[in-house]
């Protein structure tokens, strides 16, 4: 699966690229368009180490689109940059490998069953607002369960989108130099019991959902990754502030 998006912006710009639809100064230009690519089932090492290297091209040169990965995991847990472990319970008894990694947040577990969405964008295109970007994701998760006639929610005071008060997706950010990394953890199918092994973000007595759990019915990682594929195409405009010219 592949998508590309071009969008329009206002002013122009360095970091723009394309032909110009009406010439003159501060005309409209398209931007390099925004990738979403389905990698199928990735151990989490190769899938870090693949988010690097795109953050550096798209730093690095601003031809290089915005890219969304869309992925599985092999069973996983990571943490982020914090110096309080307690959600990891103590690592030593963890069935699976640990990461600490340079997002924001506590303990979460990735793996079969979960669709993984690493944003790779330029921030400095939408305005370099973190605060804004994080409501975006979780806005655009909110509204994509809609699809599945699962009623979704924030929380106040907890980043992450919740059916009640289960949670289904959490959701935990990196940026270097206003590019984005990590991303999202939805969960659509499949054992859900790795996460007992910790404490899910921190958060005592958590209950964890899926998808499948609360729509009563089966559903494949790869559905669900090709039905976000489109719909994001929709929503990434959404999270655009247009520059000064």
Known sequence: MRLEVAERSGGASS???????????????????????????MNFADALQLQEKIVAQRRNDPNVADTILLLEHDPVYTIGRTPDHTSLRGASHLPHPFFQINRGGQATYHGPGQLMGYPIIDLRNYGQDLHKYLRWIERLLIEFL????????????????????????????????????????????????????????????????????????????????????????????????????
Not at 15 to 37: F, H, Q, Y
Not at 172 to 177: D, K
């Open 15 to 41: 970091r723009e690229s394309g032909p110009s639809r009406t010439g003159g100064s501060g005309v409209a230009k398209l931007r390099p368009p925004c990738n979403v690519r389905w990698l199928g089932r």
């Open 146 to 245: 809609d699809e599945f006639e699962i009623q979704a929610q924030r929380r106040e005071g907890l980043t992450g989108v919740w059916v009640q008060e289960r949670k289904i997706a959490s959701i935990g950010v990196g940026v270097r130099h206003w590019i984005t990394m990590h991303g999202f953890a939805l969960n659509v199918c499949g054992d859900l019991s790795p996460f007992d092994q910790i404490t899910p973000c921190g958060i005592s007595n958590i209950a964890m959902t899926s998808i499948e759990t609360e729509s009563r019915r089966s559903v494949a990682v790869i559905e669900v990754a090709a039905a976000f594929e489109k719909f994001v195409a929709r929503k990434i405009p959404e999270l655009r502030v247009l520059r000064a010219p």
